[in-house]
């Protein structure tokens, strides 16, 4: 039973009309929520891929719906277009619609509110082969510019108050498409991860009257033991508690709380750490490395969220080699994450990983 629930004319929503939009529910036991997309059922089922999808090894794919000039799913037809390409993506998981006013659930139990979003896909380049670590330092301006712009447009409308910019890399991910595209959803409420950081952020900032991200970067830069590389606006590092065997973590060394804030000369080196953490993970097993990075910013349209420190997590599921990766199963999926190599182990791997790609090392 969801409840009944007033839309903004003071109508009702039956839970029957809930059931078929966009909502969230609440589990009362981890005190987390879940995102629902019943209306995504209707996207035409793609079928498992039997065989890990190769990495594309052709500028231009003519059956990708990522290509310049080509029909999508939804019948559209891309632009010819010569650098990024955004579009609100064919079957999106949430629906830019009104916020509904809700009334209190008829049991907290069975907690159910309408959760309004906008998914949009960003194509990196036309080139269907091209993926972050071969990109030149002008096309990475190009990504990063593109997402600022994004972050602009999308924190304009009253009612985001979260924008998650991702990639899912790899068929071992989810990737259906090489083609090398991330994605953007903005949502008119805060999900569990970056909810859980803010209260952090802001219980740091409060007992110590500093920033929790400003002190960590300071401690990784003063231990030494966890970097895998830096510039002048940003580290990278395999955090202390990192889940994944070669997780990384990016942080500005400057507090900045959003992509809004970078300096253009901060674009630029952010879009330079994406190319070296990677390179460094193609190299590392000689394969195209599966990943699922993702921005984490402050939150929109919330007042004051300065304590925010902007960072970007990798999180990659590989473990030995190409084709051994690590499952978060068992223990870990009912009780607590598990890891066997040390996270300083993995950082000394990647930071001793040559930053020339490894199919352009034999050309030197
Ligand atoms: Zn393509
Ligand atoms: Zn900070
Ligand atoms: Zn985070």
């Given at each position: ?10 109508g ?20 987390e ?6 209306q ?26 990522l ?56 194509c990196f ?28 447009s999308?924190e304009?409308l009253?009612?985001v ?6 990639e ?27 909810s ?6 802001e ?12 002190d960590?970067?300071r ?16 580290l ?27 300096t ?9 750490m ?6 460094r ?79 352009d090392?034999?050309?030197?």
């Amino acid at each position: 039973m969801l409840g009944e629930m007033e839309d903004e004319r003071g109508g009702m929503v039956g839970k029957e009309e809930l059931r078929k939009r966009p909502h969230r529910r609440f589990n009362p036991l981890t005190r987390e929520w879940v995102l629902v997309s019943p209306q995504r059922t209707e996207r035409p089922w793609l079928g498992k891929v039997e065989k890990a999808a190769a990495p594309a090894e052709q500028p231009y794919d003519p059956d990708c719906y990522l290509c310049p000039g080509n029909k999508r799913a939804g019948g559209a037809r891309n632009p010819d277009y010569k650098t990024t390409f955004v579009f609100d993506n064919d079957y999106p998981a949430l629906l830019p619609e009104p916020i509904l006013e809700t009334h209190a659930a008829e049991d907290p139990l069975v907690l159910a509110v309408p959760e309004a979003g906008i998914c949009r896909v960003v194509c990196f380049s036309p080139k269907h082969d091209l993926t972050l670590p071969r990109m030149t330092r002008e096309e990475l301006r190009e990504v990063v510019r593109t997402w600022t712009q994004e972050m602009e447009s999308l924190e304009s409308l009253p009612w985001v108050r979260y924008i998650q910019i991702f990639e899912n890399r790899g068929a071992l991910m989810g990737a259906s498409n090489p083609h090398p595209h991330c994605q953007i959803w903005a949502s008119s409420s805060l999900p569990n991860l970056p909810s859980r950081e803010f209260d952090s952020f802001e219980a740091y900032q409060k007992s110590k009257r500093r920033c929790l991200l400003c002190d960590y970067a300071r401690l990784e830069l003063e231990q030494k033991e966890r970097i895998v590389c830096e510039n002048q606006g940003f580290l990278a590092v395999v955090p202390f508690w990192a889940v994944w065997p070669f997780e990384v973590m990016v942080l500005s060394k400057r507090h900045v709380s959003s992509l809004a804030e970078f300096t253009p000369e901060e674009s630029e080196l952010f879009g330079e750490m994406l190319k070296r953490v990677t390179i460094r993970y193609d190299n590392l097993f000689e394969s195209s490395f599966p990943y699922s990075m993702g921005l984490h910013q402050r939150p929109s349209g919330m007042g004051d969220c300065s304590t925010w420190h902007f960072h970007a997590h990798f999180l990659p599921p590989l473990l030995r080699s190409a084709t051994v990766q690590k499952f978060m199963v068992g223990y870990e999926l009912l009780a607590t994450p598990q890891r066997d190599i040390l996270p300083e182990q993995a950082a000394q791997r990647l930071a001793g990983t040559s930053e020339t790609y490894y199919l352009d090392q034999n050309r030197i």
